[in-house]
């Protein structure tokens, strides 16, 4: 029996590509303020400026939206973890970690969210995700972490507590923007220079051993 041969994907027209683009923007605008609950696909068309039969063109469904946001953004959101150079300076690589989070929060603060939201529904679309990708990610850079606290290079601290840590300190300026912007409205209107000076402080007090 010959084996069936795939049709070649036409390449996109520049209409059909600045459509595609516009629909994934104007997801990414109802997903991360609405959650993927509360979103709907003639909400994310009318942001789109497109007709719900020209969206479902492009995309079937609501779900196959939110799947193309998450898959695509999952290099750039996993990319600082995997710059973490375990032949670098212990603390200096931590600290880059956590300012490259920080200004993470500060340029992608809808992609922050559409992740969160999706992890407090209990990551129905990111569960092979969390299994297959993120989790052998944080376990080698965990073990490069307990290298540097058995090397006596850092202070002792759990790895992978120390990352959530990290996830946590960054992405609640993107998570909980409003509330840090009007708790902070009439001392810093841009919260993220004093976050950056605070979170380095902080992560180099924790990191540096006793001893130096």
């Known amino acids: 029996m010959k084996a069936e041969r795939t049709k070649p994907r036409k390449p996109e027209t520049r209409i059909q590509k600045r459509n595609h683009e516009a629909i994934l923007e104007a997801a990414l605008d109802v997903f991360s303020s609405r959650g993927f609950r509360g979103a709907t696909v003639d909400q994310i068309a009318k942001a789109a400026g497109l007709s719900k039969p020209n969206l479902l063109y492009y ?31 212990p603390i200096e690589e931590i600290l880059t970690y956590v300012r490259r ?29 969390l299994a297959d990708d993120l989790k052998p990610l944080v376990d080698e850079k965990a073990k490069v972490i ?32 409003i509330q840090v912007r009007t708790l902070l409205s009439d001392v810093e209107p841009d919260p993220f220079p004093e976050a950056e000076r605070h979170l380095v402080t902080l992560f180099t007090r924790m990191l540096t051993p006793e001893a130096a």
Not at 61 to 86: N, Y
Not at 108 to 120: G, H, K, Q, T, V
Request: charged share 20%; glycine share 6%; net charge negative.
């Open 101 to 129: 989070k920080l200004e993470m929060s500060r340029q992608m603060p809808r992609e922050s969210r559409l992740f969160a939201n999706e992890i407090l529904q209990g990551g129905p679309r990111l569960h092979g995700v």
């Open 146 to 177: 307990r290298a540097w606290v058995e090397a006596g290079r850092i202070a002792p601290v759990n790895p992978q507590h120390l990352i959530f840590s990290v996830w946590s300190l960054t992405q609640h300026y993107a998570d909980f923007d």
């Open 59 to 89: 995309f079937p469904s609501k779900e196959a939206m939110h799947t193309a946001l998450l898959t695509g953004l999952l290099d750039s959101w996993l990319a600082p973890l995997r710059a973490l150079d375990a032949s670098g300076e």
